[in-house]
């Protein structure tokens, strides 16, 4: 089975740009979700998708974050303007639906904003 | 507002030593709690699963602990192998659509 796919893997950006990383989940895994990993710290969640819809988005900075999961499966998160306490990894990770609750992560974009 | 402590934020140990790792929470209500284990540069991966019915589990040198009553879990690890050098996290879940907390993790390292 194939794991939760992301890219790119890396990225440096300068302040005011913008970015967007892509993520392609698990086939028939329906819940989808992106966290926000600052070095030390524990995964933070930004936005987890059912399908298609948003079920709780209420940590993401929307001013400069969005995201989208069209037709229910791949999923692109944004940032723009970028500012540089966004340096982070930013994590896929991707379940069935609940109560199901093991999240299946990719290996994360790691980006820095210089 | 659900948090959750680990304990201690990093640990060194020899090859072969045991040790525990520990997890306060107060997530409520309380469905699970899940320990991942988080090497360099990859993604978290489940290591095991406890429900609030459960006080011990094992899977293979992880043995997971659980006190509901007290909102405790401990993750011990026996015989340790390098491969083990890694962040350990403790996520308890509320069950349903509720917002999953991850711990800050601990972050061990196994030395030879």
């Known amino acids: 089975e194939a794991g939760v796919a992301q890219s790119p893997r890396y990225k440096i950006i300068e302040k005011r740009q913008s970015v967007a990383f892509w993520c392609n989940p698990i086939?028939?895994?329906?819940?989808l979700y992106w966290y926000q990993q600052i070095l030390g710290q524990g995964p933070k969640l930004l936005i987890q998708?059912?399908?298609?819809?948003?079920?709780?988005d209420s940590q993401l900075p929307k001013d400069r974050f969005s995201a989208e999961r069209l037709k229910g499966v791949d999923s692109t998160l944004k940032i723009q303007p970028a500012k540089l306490e966004d340096s982070a990894v930013y994590l896929c990770?991707?379940?069935?639906?609940?109560?199901?609750?093991?999240?299946?992560f990719g290996q994360g974009t790691r980006l820095t904003v210089v | 507002k659900n948090q959750v402590e680990q304990s201690p934020q990093s640990l060194i140990i020899l090859e072969g030593k045991n040790c525990t790792l520990q997890?306060?929470?107060?997530?409520?209500?309380?469905?699970?709690l899940r320990w991942y284990k988080q090497d360099t540069g990859r993604g978290p991966v489940s290591l095991t699963i406890?429900?609030?019915?459960?006080n011990t589990k094992s899977n293979g040198r992880y043995t997971a602990t659980l006190d509901a009553d007290t909102k405790q879990s401990s993750l011990h690890i026996t015989a340790s192998q390098l491969s083990d050098s890694a962040s350990y996290i403790c996520?308890?879940?509320?069950?349903?659509?509720?917002?999953?907390?991850f711990g800050t993790g601990t972050k061990l390292q196994v030395i030879p």
């Open positions: 990770a991707s379940s069935h639906l609940p109560p199901d609750t093991e999240a299946f």
């Open positions: 086939s028939g895994h329906a819940t």
């Open positions: 998708f059912q399908n298609n819809g948003v079920v709780d």
């Open positions: 997890c306060n929470y107060t997530v409520s209500p309380f469905s699970n």
């Open positions: 406890m429900t609030f019915s459960e």
């Open positions: 996520v308890p879940h509320s069950g349903g659509y509720q917002k999953v907390t």
